[in-house]
């Protein structure tokens, strides 16, 4: 959440050269792919991956990332740790991390400092 917000508006739009996303759709995937990780690996509900239509403003996607970020929070309240849950859910933190990774790339291209990484 700290790296969407030290974005500004216009660099939600920025790709790099040779990127496939842009910040937006880069931020969007995250927030996808926390809920289809979720739904696959965490609660073992098989789920095709069908994103929805990316949007690439601000408000659009900060709003997505704090609802995925949301209702994974809430499955792992109501469901039991298992070996296959904790997989599931360390596989979710490994995909949210490699993307942040590119992320902050992004912002460093933008001239933004990228906020400290927080475990």
Not at 46 to 66: C, G
Request: neutral net charge; proline residues 5%; hydrophobic residues 40%.
């Amino acid at each position: 959440m700290q790296v969407a917000a030290v974005m500004p508006e216009a660099g939600y739009t920025f790709r790099p050269a040779g990127a496939g996303w842009n910040f937006g759709e880069l931020l969007q995937h995250i927030a996808y792919g926390i809920e289809w990780w979720k739904d696959n690996y965490v609660k073992g509900k098989k789920t095709d991956w069908a994103p929805p239509v990316v949007k690439s403003d601000k408000q659009a996607v900060q709003k997505a990332l704090l609802q995925a970020y949301g209702v994974l929070a809430e499955t792992l309240g109501r469901i039991s740790l298992t070996d296959e849950v904790v997989a599931g859910l360390h596989a979710t933190l490994d995909h949210i991390t490699h993307h942040r990774g590119q992320a902050v790339l992004y912002l460093r291209c933008n001239g933004v400092e990228p906020p400290e990484y927080s475990y």
